[in-house]
């Protein structure tokens, strides 16, 4: 829970207001309405109180703002508060605020306020000159109370008339009127201003009332309203002077313009109005209801409920309206008391003014939401609220009506069955009642360390790049591996073709009886062939190998026969001159034989 | 003589507890002053501990614990920060650093993230640098090991194949979570301890105010003078903070 005061401003004139609120965070239990004591240097007003709540998943939290109008009225460092707020019974105190009040500069009170400047009866002067030429009879102001007697709180109206024996515009006002020790309201302009003519010392003057203003005195005493000055600008037409000057002139003739429109001469005019004097008296103790909470004026209380019957948990809106004259701003609603079985939320207040018949009047309507928690029959109780009728001037205590309220219990809870187990409950969810942080650990995890961040250190990145290195590099060997299997196989399948052409060469030269090439041709046609086929150096190349690299299935008849070329070859090369012809042939269709057949075996 | 017994008496209450903190761990010691109310004491020992041992998660966070509630929230929020870095999965500290930044009196919201950051940051949050520096290590320790099998078994070859390009993706991934969380902790962070402090647009009272901080208000620091942090907010305002006024996360 948070208490707080706020003021609207640290520094105001005199006269000035300034709102202060207290705003009341999280209250648990019902906050009862402040009271404020008599702040010295101040006029104190409560403007209402306002409750904001918001449920959000389940928790709910809320603002109550009380707002109070204060009306500074003596100069210097003031302190308001401290206060005292109960709050569920428990009293509470709020801070403290301290503002300045300053003598009323003319500069800020300029721009204090309307200043209504009315519809022009001439268009705006491109030159405004002296008005000392105006006399105080042309143009006055004339400034009434409408009661030099009143009562604090009872409202006097400030009348503004202006009398003028030229053409005028008013302008507004140069120095607004102090008010200080009042509450102002100022009437709409428009519903104030009426023309009429009247003779005055033999003169006819137009009167108008340029401002009406409804002053309720905050406090018991004798007051002097300095009304202050009201500007103006004034036409004068003076055919005479400037006819008379121009007749005599050097041309010797009228002048030829129409002089009502070239000698009209514009003035702006200061005008000082009368300070206006008034008794204020305090409010009689005699007979002073318990409840009175300071109205005066007249006043009637409404109230509604917007249900009679609702089930539990349904929220009705009760409404209570005072309507009347009065300074309808700073009256109290009467407070509803506490009501068991209902949970009870100020929801709003509103206040509507309206200045339309010269009187302040309006209603202020305050709307209390109600939740019952049981069914029932219950009443909402009559409100009592107390006003001094100054007209009467006695206190009268008016009533709202009670109302009745039918509560129906709330959705039928399901049909069980009872069994002789478990009888179900309503569940509720578990709901967090306050928040704090949670309890300190009694056990230390030692592993939880705190340790130097990895990434800062360069042996990480260095075995990173490591691992990213050696995959590359197991990637690349990987790929140069499949590519030197290839080639074998490439080797492998052209075997054949590059024998056979080996072979060719080899038949050739034996139709040129060129014995030692032959044989040197087969054998490189025959070694090239199995080195090929291995995979290989042609150097390598032997039975045993062969015999080691044959696939299980081929005959040893290939072997024997491959076997018995190599020796022919071998020794075909050493004895070339030996063996005639027929040799060469025959060892040429062994080759060629066992090389078609040792192809057959690698395909099969 | 009056004077004697008060000696006596004062040697005898260092002896007393001399004698405890030698019965007891001071870790056990502190937490039972915790209990006990005495937080000005259980944080005396905690950070006796801090300055002789390991700077645990449990130490942290039990220090914050103890600096809030003496009410001081930026203190706390540092150890609980701190608490944070080494077991960033411990729903306590989390819930105590939100309790803290409930009370900080600035809200200082990020500037709105899109769909994709927020998700990046959802699986960073829970894990610390060094864990995403070692899952980083780990998909490569993996690759490499795989990219080894397949030469020296031929035979995996074609699942070796389809799974490396699997985990070239996990890795790309993974290198970008490591970034993410980089960026996020390669500066160092301060939170604010003073009640209220003021930003400036440099590293001198002179200069003009930026904006204001209170305390528990947390900050990235982007640079810094002898006597001054250069601190970013979330929503990228940032002003010069004396160093005096905050401490580092």
């Known amino acids: 829970m948070s208490i707080e005061t706020s003021v609207s401003r640290s520094q105001l004139a005199m006269g000035e207001q300034l709102t202060l609120d207290i705003i009341i965070s999280n209250a648990e ?4 309405q402040p009271t404020l004591p008599p702040i010295d240097g101040f006029s104190s007003y409560s403007q209402g109180h306002s409750q904001e709540i918001s449920i959000i998943n389940g928790r709910s939290s809320s603002q109550s703002i009380f707002s109070y109008v204060l009306i500074a009225n003596s100069v210097g460092k003031k302190i308001i508060g401290p206060f005292e707020i109960n709050i569920g019974g428990k009293a509470f105190k709020v801070a403290a605020v301290e503002v300045e009040v300053i003598s009323d500069n003319p500069m800020s009170s300029s721009s204090r306020g309307p200043s209504y400047a009315q519809g022009p009866v001439v268009a705006p002067p491109p030159r405004a000159m002296p008005g000392d030429e105006v006399s105080n009879q042309d143009i006055f102001v004339k400034t009434w109370l409408d009661k030099d007697e009143v009562y604090v709180n009872e409202p006097v109206t400030l009348t503004y008339t202006i009398y003028t024996r030229l053409s005028a515009t008013y302008k507004g006002f140069e120095k607004e009127p102090v008010t200080t020790g009042f509450w102002v309201e100022d009437f709409p302009p428009d519903k104030t201003i009426k023309r009429t003519e009247q003779v005055l010392n033999g003169s006819r003057y137009v009167v108008a009332d340029i401002r009406k203003m409804s002053l309720f005195p905050t406090e018991p005493g004798v007051f002097t309203i300095d009304t202050g000055t009201v500007g103006a600008t004034v036409e004068v037409r003076n055919e005479q002077r400037f006819d008379s000057f121009f007749s005599s ?3 010797g003739r009228r002048s030829p313009f129409p002089s009502t429109s070239f000698f009209s001469q514009v003035f702006s005019k200061i005008i000082p109005t009368d300070k206006v004097m008034v008794v204020v008296k305090a409010l009689p103790e005699v007979g002073k209801p318990a409840g009175f909470s300071g109205a005066v004026g007249d006043y009637r209380i409404e109230s509604s409920v917007d249900k009679r019957e609702v089930e539990v948990g349904t929220p009705i809106t009760y409404k209570v309206r005072i309507l009347g004259e009065g300074n309808i701003n700073t009256v109290q609603t009467p407070a509803l008391p506490k009501m068991e079985n209902f949970k009870i939320y100020d929801s709003s207040n509103s206040v509507n003014i309206s200045k339309n018949r010269l009187v302040v009047e309006g209603d202020k309507v305050t709307e209390t939401v109600l939740v019952p928690k049981k069914a029932g029959n219950y009443t909402i109780p009559e409100l009592e609220f107390s006003y001094f009728d100054h007209k009467a001037k006695v206190y009268k205590t008016i009533k709202t009506a009670s109302h009745l309220l039918l509560v129906k219990p709330g959705a039928e809870p399901e049909e069980t069955v009872v069994s002789p187990g478990v009888q179900p409950v309503e569940q509720a969810e578990v709901s967090v009642t306050g928040k704090d942080i949670r309890y300190i650990k009694t056990v230390e995890d030692p592993n939880a360390v705190a340790v130097k961040p990895l990434y800062k250190e360069p042996l990480y990145w260095a075995f990173n790049v490591l691992l990213i290195a050696a995959s590359f590099i197991f990637m690349f060997l990987t790929a140069r591996r499949t590519n030197v299997k290839d080639n074998k196989a490439l080797r492998s399948r052209g075997s054949h073709r590059v024998a056979k052409a080996k072979l060719r060469k080899a038949s050739s030269l034996m139709k040129q009886d060129k014995h030692e090439e032959f044989f040197s041709e087969m054998s490189k046609a025959v070694y090239g062939y199995f080195a090929d086929k ?56 062994m080759a060629d034989s066992v090389i078609t057949d040792f192809e057959k075996v690698k395909s099969r | 003589m009056k004077i004697k017994l008060f000696a006596a008496l004062i040697l005898g209450l260092l002896l007393s507890k001399q004698l405890i903190a030698a019965n007891l761990s001071p870790w056990t010691e502190a937490n039972t002053k915790y209990q006990s109310g005495s937080f000005k004491a259980a944080i005396d020992f905690y950070e006796s501990i801090l300055k002789t041992g390991k700077e645990t998660a449990a130490l942290d966070y039990n220090l914050g614990n103890a600096y809030f509630r003496l009410g001081h929230r930026g203190k706390a929020l540092v150890f609980y920060e701190r608490a944070l870095k080494i077991s960033p999965r411990n729903d306590d500290i989390r819930w105590n650093i939100d309790i803290v930044k409930s009370a900080v009196a600035d809200r200082i919201e990020p500037n709105n993230e899109g769909l994709i950051v927020s998700g990046i940051r959802k699986i960073t949050d829970p894990l610390t640098i060094n864990e995403l520096s070692m899952i980083l290590s780990g998909i490569l320790i993996l690759f490499t090991t795989m990219a080894f099998i397949a030469f020296i078994f031929p035979v995996f070859r074609p699942f070796i194949h389809g799974a490396g390009i699997l985990v070239v993706f996990v890795f790309l991934a993974a290198v970008v979570l490591f970034a993410f969380k980089w960026v996020e902790v390669k500066d160092p962070r301060v939170v604010i301890l003073d009640k209220e402090v003021e930003a400036r647009y440099g590293p001198s009272s002179r200069e003009t105010k930026a904006f204001t901080l209170h305390e528990g208000a947390e900050a990235t620091v982007a640079d810094e003078t002898q006597d001054w942090f250069y601190v970013a907010l979330e929503n990228k305002s940032s002003g010069w903070v004396p160093k005096k006024a905050c401490e580092i996360i």
């Open chain 1, 29 to 32: 239990g019902s906050i009862s």
């Open chain 1, 249 to 251: 002139n050097i041309f």
């Open chain 1, 534 to 589: 291995l995979g290989v150096s042609s150097q390598s190349v032997s039975v045993e190998l062969i015999e080691q690299r044959l696939p299980g299935n081929a005959s040893p008849e290939i072997l024997n026969q491959i076997k018995a070329l190599f020796d022919e070859l071998s020794m075909g090369r050493f004895a070339a001159l030996q063996k005639g012809d027929e040799e060469m042939k025959r060892v040429y269709e």
